[in-house]
């Protein structure tokens, strides 16, 4: 084996290490800034009052074999897919039905990681140094904006998805293809 061969293998060990460590950082953030992710209790905010019951609504309606238009389980009815509560487009939003609050504390750290990965990924695309992109992803996935409207779900977990959107469109920018359309497409 050459001096250049060995250096090439401890060069991607060291890539797969420093992967690793900043996947387990990103992680750890998410379960932190996720007040009731491990008691398994949700903070009483717009989420249990506005958002949490509107998801569940839409998944039971879904579930039942018809696409969630209309309830007539509030007042003498209303729309129920021409709300943002709802997201009901958004396929995460099916778990509602089985431990709600429990599904909403997963969602949050989910979003939270994809936050951080997302802003991490789109920085390294853009040749910024790994440990740059890494506090990149720390400063974007807890900024002031994310924790703020931690209660407004629908408008976090756009916000969240913003950087793998920034990332998927220097791809397809960068070498059009189908697959890359299809997956700008379905990102946005």
């Known amino acids: 084996m050459t001096d250049q061969q060995s250096r090439g293998r ?16 990103f992680g750890v953030l998410a379960v932190a800034l996720t007040p009731g992710l491990l008691s398994g209790t949700m903070v009483w905010d717009e989420r249990m009052s506005e958002y949490v019951p509107w998801r569940v609504e839409a998944a039971r309606i879904l579930l039942s074999g018809e696409f ?11 729309p129920l897919f021409a709300t943002a509560y709802t ?7 099916l778990l509602y039905l089985f431990a709600p609050a429990t599904v909403a504390n997963f969602l949050e750290a989910l979003h939270t990681f994809l936050a951080a990965t997302g802003m991490y990924t ?3 695309a ?7 992109a890494f506090i990149g992803g720390l400063l ?6 994310l924790m703020h409207h931690a209660g407004h779900l629908s408008m976090r977990e756009a916000a969240c998805l913003g ?3 920034a990332w998927s469109g220097l791809r397809l920018l960068a070498a059009p293809g189908a697959g890359r359309l299809a997956a700008f497409s379905g990102l946005v």
């Open 163 to 165: 950087p793998w959107v």
């Open 126 to 132: 853009r040749r910024i140094s790994p440990w740059a």
């Open 68 to 78: 969630p238009v209309f309830t007539d389980r509030v007042f003498g009815g209303m």
């Open 140 to 145: 974007f996935s807890s900024s002031t904006f």
């Open 10 to 25: 401890v060069t991607k060990s060291n890539n797969w290490l420093s992967t690793g460590l900043i996947l387990l950082g």
């Open 122 to 124: 789109y920085l390294r």
């Open 87 to 93: 997201g009901v487009l958004y396929p995460p939003n």
